[in-house]
């Protein structure tokens, strides 16, 4: 009778060590709490506004950060012919949300399986998303300070977009906008982090 010797594991499917999948876990409920805060927060400072303006992008909606700023926000807009920001037409509010808890539940999923492969494809995918999330925010920021009404704009200066940073500060006209995350945004970079770490550098079980 011929022995055959078993064919070793292949390193990518085989478990990591407990605590690799426990803080695998960690970034996929820190990833699922992100919704319950705001991701990124757009401000505006001028001479005429020393509080400041300023709104929350939430995974599913857009608030102004004091009481009455989206409304104030969208006034100083019509002045000089940018659109109104309205929540309820912005398609990407509808899905970003159950799409940030699915990835979080499977990574969840992906934590209790332990293997290597599972959890570098989430990782991976995560960061793709980001990617492509940033994109579209900056796709939109593009669209919302290049597509100006100037036929009715109150307000015209040749020339003159309003294009708000993606990360960081500018200047528009007399005002200062800021853009950069919010809680909910700083949550879901650091399960992002920690999830491409745990997948790339954790060592299989003995």
Do not use: C
């Not at 019509?78 to 929540?87: K, S």
């Not at 899905?95 to 990782?123: D, E, N, Q, S």
């Amino acid at each position: 009778m011929v022995l055959q010797t078993p064919r070793p594991t292949s390193p990518s499917l085989m478990k990591v060590s407990r605590n690799a999948r426990l803080l695998f876990a960690l970034a996929s409920v820190a990833l699922g709490s992100a919704v319950l805060f705001p991701l990124w927060r757009v401000s505006l400072t001028a001479p005429q506004y020393p509080e400041g303006l300023g709104m929350y992008i939430w995974a599913h909606t857009v608030a102004g950060v004091g009481p009455n700023d989206l409304q104030n926000i969208n006034g100083l807009n019509h002045y000089i012919g940018m659109q109104r920001i309205e929540p309820d037409a912005i398609p990407e509010l509808r899905v970003m949300r159950p799409g940030i808890l699915a990835m979080a539940a499977l990574g969840l999923l992906v934590a209790w399986m332990g293997r290597r492969a599972f959890m570098r494809t989430w990782a991976v995918l995560l960061l793709v998303s980001a990617l492509v999330g940033l994109a579209d925010f900056w796709r939109w920021e593009y669209d919302y300070g290049h597509n100006l009404d100037l036929e009715h704009a109150p307000i015209k200066v040749p020339g003159m977009t309003y294009q708000p940073p993606l990360i960081g500060s500018k200047a528009l006209l007399n005002f200062t906008a800021t853009s950069l995350p919010a809680t909910g945004g700083v949550l879901a970079l650091g399960a992002m982090v920690l999830g491409l770490g745990v997948a790339f550098r954790a060592r299989e079980q003995a």
